[in-house]
């Protein structure tokens, strides 16, 4: 519970949290509100710089102009790569020309650090290394061998290499050769070491494993174990298949002149410096990879590998491990101790290894004129350019030198957002100033990530004006408990007889969805049931008055104990706060709240609404203003009863125990219920007037219709569905009003005839006031509200509140004078602003209450002292809950006010995951990309903000929200960039290696291990197909082949029990078969003569987890789905969509099994298209015929199940529901 409770308030705005593992080992690192927050590491700069709190959160690094082919690189891109000394002192990037001189003039540079003389290489250490290298090169050239000796060696090092066989059994397997293959000279070596040694000597020249030694520390030199980057880019070339799956121009993907982004070839990125490159010659895009890994599951070593690999190889192809190449495994800096570790000098050196091994590694793919690679037998003039730095969020700040910690004043290693910034999602591109090489040089200065948004968010209860105002009035340091109350008197049995009358509590501290758990409202009481003599005594003003003095006296004495001067101590976690209760709202029916605001209950009365002082004869006025409106105080109130004048403005002649609670004005605290006001009041109104208006114009047979449409509405999930009509129910409950309101306007669609009278009301009226009331409708459940959804709840109210009353007044007998519609048009919105989200504050939640604190346990009474029976029980229940209590999660579809949380946060989670995961994305999906991430954001935030202790201050949500789109642009889709596929390689070239060395000189071992690795892997590479993609099926229906097809369909299609549906399925198969085939270039004649099997399904589950059928019998009726599709224009034929969504009903799902070729996933669709293009929705809802065409599609490609409804008026027109909640 304690993560779900609130004693602090705060305004809705965005806040980030980030990992704890993180932030435990990084939080040394994030002392920036000091004075010197700027951290350099260059040769010639002084450790910390004295300046002011302005900063851009970057750890200093001196950074030469790029070359022209650079600059269109970001900073996080590749700042890594310009760690260096400053261009006077160092060519751009050391080559083998230039290193001597570059490191005598670096020892001779009077500038530079004494720590750096003693900690990196001298010229002299380099020099002899060098040496060295070209001497161990040369004694290769004599000793190295060309292969092995014969296939029968080859075999076995194989079998050695990949199973990771010791010496020993390596030995075993030789003796055992040796003894049974009767050869006068073996064809094996002495022993597998000496196999291992000769692998070692062999002359592969892109397979040599090289060694520098980079730094000096603590007496200890720090060797690079690495790959020449060249030799890494020659072996991916020289992979069988690769030629097939690489791309060396950019390609401007289009569809209808709609830009596409799929791979790297087709981004931004690529058409910028392509065009920096000479003519004639080709783009290599380098793509890195870097994480460091524990080697063993106690993590007391780590080794932080390097991989490397082409962004010209098309994803899938890239994303297997052979084209990914180790480059080199940096060196872990050792610290003495831990006073050393978490010193900046320290810090600062494993900064600057990095970066220098960066440089090392890097440097020789920038030569001026390029370099000539072999690919497929055939030459490329080609300019490596590093495109993408692909890690996790600490390792690119570690690119970067960007400061890892949340806690610095900007976390995100892509812009200059202030960390208060981090979960607003309300920012515009104004306000966010990306960080680029020439600003982070200057180290930018200009505040503008800190600009912020000032749209005000309503959503919990602490969000809200009322606890704003409150908590100002409270002693430091204490904090605000929110008492709210409902109460509602009940029937104990289905006879009415007998009543109790019951007042629950709960703390608006909770959020919204664990308030509303049973759990979390507890009994406070019954109220005492006056009971009169006779039906004399009980209207008259005596008995009344005595009622409502029982009920505020029974209020006083239970609620007193709140307002101790001195506020309470509570318990909570093994926490002690210090608390001020104060009664928030009062949440109740109409009459309920006119009992605790002592205002009268007749709508007759001169001025009917607790609220404010309007008239009865001013209730249906929507034109009112706010000086015509005045509201209800203690002040006024009070002053009317005190001159005996409260008749005058409608209140009882009872002294209001509210009067003298602090902080509540009791009028407006009885906040409007939407159950109440809506379901059960304004839309049964709507449905009632709208029957009678219909009867009168039309007559009965018109109304019958009503009920014939309300039976034959499709099903569909979570909505209830009327089998016999809903006239002969004289009383529906909440919830079927609402499921009402979801089919309503396809009921009274095209419902009757126009006709030529003057006050005629069209049929299109009715279906318009229908289409206002679910906008309204929806709006109002939102569970958070910035200032312009407010706004735009007003407006939407007031436009269904104008067409209501134009078309229904002359059918009311009150013409319309309701204090419900009233007070929802007026007073509705200031409630939000006053108290939070309206579901927040409805019955909705409250009215199963009465079932377990009234009508159970009354039955277990002996009616008898039934209040103090009923008690005894309840505390009887406490108790045995109380021992079993559990964690209780957000169950969304347990509530019927939220169960729209699975499709507004996980359906939203999934639908924006799954465009993530998108292999191609034309413009308007990357637009549909980014739209789908704020919905989802929005509800997050929303939903989760009180459960992070930091309120979602996360920079990884950050950059999501703002930056993962323009990388789509600048470098192709995300799926080409993941570490998904490279986390695996940490298993092949750490963990595994590793436990085959001695644990000595382990970089040197592992390489070697590798080496050998590789070596045999070359010599049996095969082409590596794409992976294939499971789906789950229910109950198979039918089995057939390819050899018995027509005569098994003709069969089926003869069949009286089969659907109609599942007949045109089967008759349009073999012909939707051979044009499924021939679209990949396949003839369905061709397979004849070979297994074709086909397992047609009653269903599968989709992507979003909906069930999508094709069946005969679905809970003992057929069903056969209406899905969406989202497809290119272009895709099979054309026709308008729904914002990129076509719609098609299925009518067979197939799983088709052939020899030698992947599982195909298909279903039989017959399209449905627009019915116009000029005017294609109706109702805001898709207006669709269906089609004579007929197409197997992937299952993959279907994006949802959604809801159809023919259209009475015409069976050939149909309605897509966009009214589900």
Request: proline share 4%; with cysteine.
């Given at each position: 519970m304690d993560?779900?409770?609130?004693?602090?308030?705060?305004?809705?705005s965005?806040?980030?949290?980030?990992?704890?593992?993180?932030?435990r080992?990084?939080?040394?690192?994030?002392?920036?509100?000091?004075?010197?927050?700027?951290i350099?590491?260059s040769?010639?700069?002084?450790?910390f710089?004295?300046?002011s709190?302005?900063?851009?959160?970057?750890m200093?690094?001196?950074?030469?102009?790029?070359?022209?082919?650079?600059n269109s690189?970001?900073f996080?891109e590749f700042?890594?790569?310009?760690?260096e000394?400053?261009?006077?002192r160092?060519p751009e990037?050391?080559?083998?020309e230039?290193?001597?001189k570059s490191?005598?003039?670096?020892?001779?540079?009077k500038?530079?650090?004494?720590?750096?003389k003693?900690?990196f290489?001298?010229?002299?250490?380099?020099n002899?290394?060098d040496?060295?290298?070209e001497?161990e090169?040369?004694?290769e050239?004599?000793?190295t061998?060309?292969?092995f000796?014969n296939?029968?060696y080859s075999?076995?090092?194989t079998?050695?290499i990949?199973?990771n066989l010791?010496n020993?059994?390596?030995?075993a397997?030789?003796?055992?050769f040796n003894k049974?293959?009767?050869?006068?000279?073996?064809?094996l070596?002495?022993?597998?070491?000496?196999?291992?040694k000769?692998m070692?000597?062999?002359?592969l020249i892109n397979?040599?494993?090289?060694?520098?030694?980079?730094?000096?520390y603590?007496?200890?030199?720090?060797?690079?174990y690495?790959?020449p980057?060249i030799?890494?880019?020659k072996?991916i070339?020289s992979i069988?298949?690769?030629?097939?799956?690489?791309?060396f121009?950019?390609k401007?993907?289009?569809?209808n002149?709609n830009?596409?982004?799929?791979e790297?070839?087709t981004?931004?990125?690529?058409?910028?410096?392509?065009k920096?490159?000479p003519?004639?010659?080709y783009?290599?895009?380098i793509?890195?990879?870097?994480d460091?890994?524990?080697?063993d599951?106690?993590?007391k070593n780590?080794?932080?590998?390097?991989?490397?690999t082409l962004?010209n190889?098309?994803?899938?192809?890239?994303?297997?491990?052979?084209v990914?190449?180790?480059?080199?495994y940096?060196?872990?800096?050792?610290a003495k101790?831990d006073?050393?570790?978490?010193?900046?000098e320290?810090?600062?050196?494993?900064r600057?290894?990095?970066?220098k091994s960066?440089?090392?590694?890097?440097?020789p793919l920038?030569d001026?004129?390029g370099?000539?690679?072999?690919?497929?037998n055939s030459?490329?003039?080609?300019?490596?350019r590093?495109?993408?730095?692909i890690s996790n969020?600490?390792e690119a700040?570690?690119f970067?030198?960007t400061?890892?910690?949340?806690?610095?004043?900007?976390?995100?290693?892509f812009?200059?957002?202030?960390?208060?910034?981090l979960?607003n999602?309300?920012?515009n591109?104004?306000q966010?100033?990306?960080?680029?090489?020439?600003?982070?040089?200057?180290?930018?200065?200009?505040?503008?990530?800190?600009?912020?948004?000032n749209?005000?968010n309503?959503?919990e209860q602490y969000?809200?004006?009322?606890?704003?105002q409150?908590e100002?009035?409270?002693?430091?340091?204490?904090?605000?408990l929110?008492i709210?109350?409902?109460?509602?008197?009940s029937?104990?049995?289905?006879?009415?007889?007998?009543?109790?009358?019951p007042i629950?509590?709960?703390?608006?501290?909770?959020?919204?969805w664990?308030?509303?758990?049973?759990?979390?409202?507890q009994?406070?009481?019954?109220?005492?049931?006056?009971?009169?003599?006779d039906?004399?005594?009980?209207i008259?003003?005596?008995?009344?008055?005595i009622?409502?003095?029982?009920?505020?006296?029974?209020?006083?004495?239970?609620l007193?104990p709140?307002y101790?001067d001195?506020?309470?101590?509570?318990?909570?976690?093994?926490?002690?706060?210090?608390?001020?209760?104060?009664?928030?709202?009062i949440?109740?029916?109409?009459?309920?709240a006119?009992?605790?605001?002592l205002?009268?209950?007749?709508?007759?009365?001169?001025?009917p609404?607790?609220?404010?002082?309007?008239?009865?004869e001013?209730l249906?006025n929507?034109?009112?203003?706010?000086?015509?409106?005045e509201p209800?105080?203690?002040?006024n109130?009070?002053?009317y009863?005190?001159?005996?004048?409260g008749k005058?403005?409608s209140?009882?002649?009872?002294?209001n125990f509210?009067?003298?609670?602090?902080n509540?004005?009791?009028y407006a605290?009885t906040?409007p219920?939407?159950?109440?006001?809506?379901?059960?009041?304004?839309?049964q109104?709507q449905?009632?007037?709208?029957?009678i208006?219909?009867n009168?114009?039309c007559g009965k047979?018109v109304?019958?219709?009503?009920?014939?449409?309300?039976?034959?509405?499709p099903?569909?999930?979570?909505?209830k569905s009327?089998?016999?009509?809903?006239?002969?129910?004289?009383l529906?409950?909440?919830?079927?009003?609402?499921?009402?309101?979801?089919?309503?306007i396809?009921?009274?669609?095209?419902?009757?005839?126009?006709?030529?009278?003057?006050?005629?009301?069209?049929?299109n009226k009715?279906t318009e006031?229908?289409?206002?009331?679910?906008?309204m409708?929806?709006?109002s459940r939102?569970?958070n509200y910035?200032?312009?959804?407010?706004?735009l709840?007003?407006e939407?109210?007031?436009e269904?509140?104008?067409?209501?009353?134009?078309?229904f007044?002359e059918?009311s007998?009150?013409?319309?004078?309701?204090?419900?519609l009233?007070?929802?048009?007026f007073?509705i919105c200031?409630?939000?602003?006053?108290?939070?989200?309206?579901n927040?504050?409805?019955?909705?939640?409250?009215?199963?209450?009465h079932?377990?604190y009234?009508k159970k346990?009354y039955?277990?009474?002996?009616?008898k002292?039934i209040e103090?029976?009923?008690m005894?029980?309840?505390?009887r229940?406490a108790i045995?809950t109380?021992?079993?209590?559990?964690?209780i999660p957000k169950?969304?579809i347990?509530?019927?006010?939220?169960?729209?949380?699975y499709?507004f946060?996980?359906?939203?989670?999934?639908?924006?995951?799954?465009?993530?995961?998108k292999?191609n994305y034309?413009?308007?999906?990357?637009?549909?990309?980014q739209?789908?991430?704020?919905?989802?954001?929005?509800?997050f935030?929303?939903l989760?903000?009180?459960?992070?202790k930091?309120?979602l201050?996360?920079?990884?949500?950050?950059?999501?929200?703002?930056?993962?789109?323009?990388?789509?642009r600048?470098?192709g889709?995300?799926?080409g960039?993941?570490?998904?596929?490279?986390?695996?390689?940490?298993k092949?070239?750490?963990k595994?290696?590793?436990?085959l060395?001695n644990?000595?000189?382990i970089?040197k071992?592992?390489m070697k291990?590798?080496?050998?690795?590789?070596?045999?892997?070359e010599s049996?590479?095969k082409e590596?197909p794409?992976?294939?993609i499971?789906?789950?099926?229910?109950k198979?229906?039918?089995?057939?082949?390819?050899?018995?097809?027509e005569?098994?369909?003709?069969?089926?299609?003869?069949?009286p029990?089969?659907?109609?549906?599942?007949k045109?399925g089967?008759?349009?198969?073999?012909?939707?078969l051979?044009a499924?085939?021939?679209?990949y270039d396949?003839k369905l004649s061709?397979?004849?003569?070979i297994?074709?099997i086909f397992?047609?399904?009653g269903g599968?589950?989709?992507?979003?987890?909906?069930?999508?059928?094709?069946t005969?019998?679905?809970?003992k009726?057929?069903?056969?789905?209406?899905?969406a599709?989202?497809?290119?224009?272009?895709?099979?034929?054309?026709?308008t969509?729904?914002?990129?969504?076509c719609f098609?009903?299925v009518?067979l799902?197939t799983?088709i099994?052939?020899?030698?070729?992947?599982?195909?996933h298909?279903?039989?669709?017959?399209?449905?298209?627009?019915?116009?293009?000029?005017?294609p929705?109706?109702?805001e809802?898709p207006?669709?015929?269906?089609?004579n065409?007929f197409?197997?599609?992937?299952?993959?490609?279907i994006n949802d199940i959604?809801?159809?409804i023919?259209?009475?008026i015409?069976n050939?027109?149909?309605?897509?529901?966009?009214?589900l909640f």
């Amino acid at each position: 519970m304690d993560s779900n409770i609130r004693i602090g308030f705060g305004l809705d705005s965005d806040r980030s949290e980030y990992n704890q593992n993180w932030i435990r080992i990084l939080k040394n690192n994030s002392e920036d509100n000091r004075n010197n927050e700027i951290i350099y590491i260059s040769d010639d700069k002084p450790m910390f710089s004295s300046r002011s709190n302005e900063t851009s959160d970057i750890m200093q690094v001196e950074i030469d102009e790029l070359p022209q082919s650079m600059n269109s690189l970001t900073f996080e891109e590749f700042a890594s790569i310009r760690y260096e000394e400053p261009a006077s002192r160092e060519p751009e990037f050391e080559t083998d020309e230039s290193k001597s001189k570059s490191d005598e003039t670096e020892t001779e540079t009077k500038s530079e650090s004494k720590s750096d003389k003693t900690e990196f290489e001298s010229d002299k250490t380099d020099n002899e290394f060098d040496e060295s290298e070209e001497s161990e090169s040369a004694e290769e050239e004599i000793e190295t061998i060309p292969k092995f000796p014969n296939n029968t060696y080859s075999n076995l090092m194989t079998l050695i290499i990949q199973h990771n066989l010791n010496n020993k059994a390596g030995n075993a397997i030789i003796r055992f050769f040796n003894k049974h293959s009767n050869l006068l000279t073996s064809l094996l070596p002495k022993n597998i070491e000496q196999g291992r040694k000769l692998m070692d000597r062999m002359k592969l020249i892109n397979l040599l494993n090289k060694e520098k030694i980079i730094l000096k520390y603590n007496n200890k030199d720090y060797i690079i174990y690495y790959r020449p980057i060249i030799n890494c880019i020659k072996n991916i070339l020289s992979i069988k298949d690769i030629h097939k799956y690489i791309t060396f121009n950019f390609k401007n993907d289009q569809t209808n002149n709609n830009r596409n982004y799929n791979e790297q070839y087709t981004s931004n990125w690529w058409a910028q410096t392509e065009k920096t490159l000479p003519t004639g010659s080709y783009l290599l895009s380098i793509i890195l990879y870097s994480d460091a890994s524990t080697t063993d599951s106690l993590g007391k070593n780590i080794l932080h590998p390097i991989f490397v690999t082409l962004g010209n190889i098309i994803t899938w192809r890239r994303n297997k491990p052979d084209v990914k190449q180790l480059l080199a495994y940096f060196p872990i800096i050792k610290a003495k101790d831990d006073t050393q570790k978490i010193s900046e000098e320290y810090k600062n050196i494993v900064r600057r290894t990095f970066h220098k091994s960066l440089k090392f590694l890097l440097s020789p793919l920038y030569d001026d004129n390029g370099i000539e690679l072999e690919l497929n037998n055939s030459i490329f003039w080609c300019f490596p350019r590093i495109s993408m730095i692909i890690s996790n969020w600490p390792e690119a700040c570690t690119f970067a030198l960007t400061y890892k910690s949340m806690k610095s004043n900007y976390p995100c290693h892509f812009c200059l957002v202030s960390k208060e910034d981090l979960s607003n999602i309300n920012l515009n591109s104004n306000q966010i100033e990306p960080r680029s090489h020439n600003n982070m040089k200057l180290y930018y200065k200009n505040n503008t990530g800190k600009n912020t948004n000032n749209n005000r968010n309503y959503n919990e209860q602490y969000t809200s004006n009322w606890w704003a105002q409150t908590e100002k009035t409270l002693p430091t340091g204490s904090y605000l408990l929110s008492i709210i109350l409902y109460s509602d008197a009940s029937t104990t049995d289905s006879l009415g007889k007998n009543i109790l009358h019951p007042i629950f509590v709960t703390l608006g501290n909770i959020i919204t969805w664990r308030r509303n758990k049973p759990d979390v409202k507890q009994l406070l009481a019954y109220f005492p049931i006056i009971k009169a003599k006779d039906d004399t005594q009980k209207i008259s003003e005596e008995y009344k008055n005595i009622v409502r003095r029982t009920f505020h006296k029974s209020l006083k004495f239970l609620l007193s104990p709140l307002y101790d001067d001195n506020g309470i101590e509570l318990e909570l976690n093994n926490s002690i706060f210090w608390c001020f209760p104060r009664i928030s709202m009062i949440i109740s029916n109409w009459p309920e709240a006119c009992t605790f605001a002592l205002t009268y209950k007749s709508m007759k009365s001169n001025y009917p609404c607790h609220f404010c002082l309007v008239s009865k004869e001013d209730l249906s006025n929507i034109n009112l203003n706010s000086n015509q409106i005045e509201p209800r105080s203690h002040n006024n109130m009070k002053l009317y009863y005190k001159n005996n004048t409260g008749k005058n403005v409608s209140i009882e002649n009872v002294r209001n125990f509210f009067w003298s609670v602090p902080n509540i004005n009791i009028y407006a605290a009885t906040v409007p219920d939407r159950m109440h006001h809506l379901d059960l009041g304004l839309f049964q109104h709507q449905l009632n007037f709208t029957k009678i208006l219909i009867n009168k114009q039309c007559g009965k047979s018109v109304i019958d219709e009503m009920n014939r449409r309300v039976k034959l509405i499709p099903r569909y999930k979570d909505l209830k569905s009327f089998p016999n009509g809903f006239l002969h129910l004289t009383l529906l409950t909440a919830s079927e009003y609402r499921s009402l309101m979801k089919i309503i306007i396809f009921i009274v669609d095209e419902l009757y005839e126009d006709s030529g009278n003057p006050n005629f009301i069209k049929n299109n009226k009715i279906t318009e006031v229908y289409l206002k009331w679910n906008k309204m409708y929806l709006l109002s459940r939102k569970e958070n509200y910035e200032e312009s959804d407010v706004t735009l709840l007003q407006e939407s109210i007031n436009e269904w509140t104008k067409l209501f009353i134009e078309l229904f007044k002359e059918h009311s007998k009150s013409e319309l004078q309701f204090p419900k519609l009233h007070s929802w048009v007026f007073h509705i919105c200031s409630s939000i602003r006053e108290f939070g989200a309206i579901n927040g504050y409805t019955t909705e939640t409250y009215e199963s209450l009465h079932k377990d604190y009234v009508k159970k346990p009354y039955k277990l009474t002996n009616k008898k002292e039934i209040e103090k029976q009923i008690m005894k029980i309840i505390r009887r229940k406490a108790i045995i809950t109380e021992s079993s209590s559990k964690e209780i999660p957000k169950t969304p579809i347990a509530l019927k006010y939220s169960k729209k949380l699975y499709e507004f946060l996980y359906l939203k989670w999934n639908k924006m995951y799954l465009l993530s995961r998108k292999e191609n994305y034309e413009e308007s999906d990357v637009t549909l990309l980014q739209e789908s991430i704020n919905e989802w954001t929005k509800l997050f935030i929303e939903l989760f903000k009180e459960h992070s202790k930091s309120e979602l201050q996360f920079p990884k949500l950050h950059s999501w929200v703002f930056h993962i789109c323009s990388s789509i642009r600048e470098f192709g889709a995300i799926n080409g960039y993941t570490t998904e596929t490279y986390e695996s390689l940490h298993k092949d070239y750490v963990k595994k290696p590793y436990k085959l060395t001695n644990k000595k000189e382990i970089e040197k071992q592992i390489m070697k291990i590798i080496r050998r690795k590789a070596i045999i892997t070359e010599s049996s590479s095969k082409e590596i197909p794409k992976t294939p993609i499971a789906l789950k099926y229910s109950k198979k229906l039918y089995e057939f082949c390819i050899q018995n097809a027509e005569i098994y369909i003709q069969t089926r299609m003869n069949d009286p029990n089969l659907e109609k549906e599942m007949k045109l399925g089967f008759e349009k198969f073999l012909e939707c078969l051979d044009a499924y085939l021939d679209f990949y270039d396949r003839k369905l004649s061709e397979h004849e003569e070979i297994d074709m099997i086909f397992h047609i399904y009653g269903g599968v589950t989709l992507k979003f987890g909906s069930i999508m059928c094709a069946t005969n019998k679905f809970h003992k009726k057929p069903i056969f789905s209406n899905i969406a599709v989202e497809m290119n224009a272009d895709e099979i034929f054309e026709y308008t969509s729904d914002n990129g969504v076509c719609f098609a009903q299925v009518l067979l799902i197939t799983e088709i099994i052939m020899n030698y070729e992947e599982l195909m996933h298909l279903a039989l669709v017959q399209w449905y298209d627009f019915t116009s293009s000029v005017n294609p929705y109706l109702y805001e809802c898709p207006l669709l015929e269906k089609t004579n065409i007929f197409n197997l599609i992937e299952i993959e490609a279907i994006n949802d199940i959604i809801h159809i409804i023919p259209r009475f008026i015409d069976n050939s027109e149909f309605l897509v529901n966009k009214f589900l909640f």
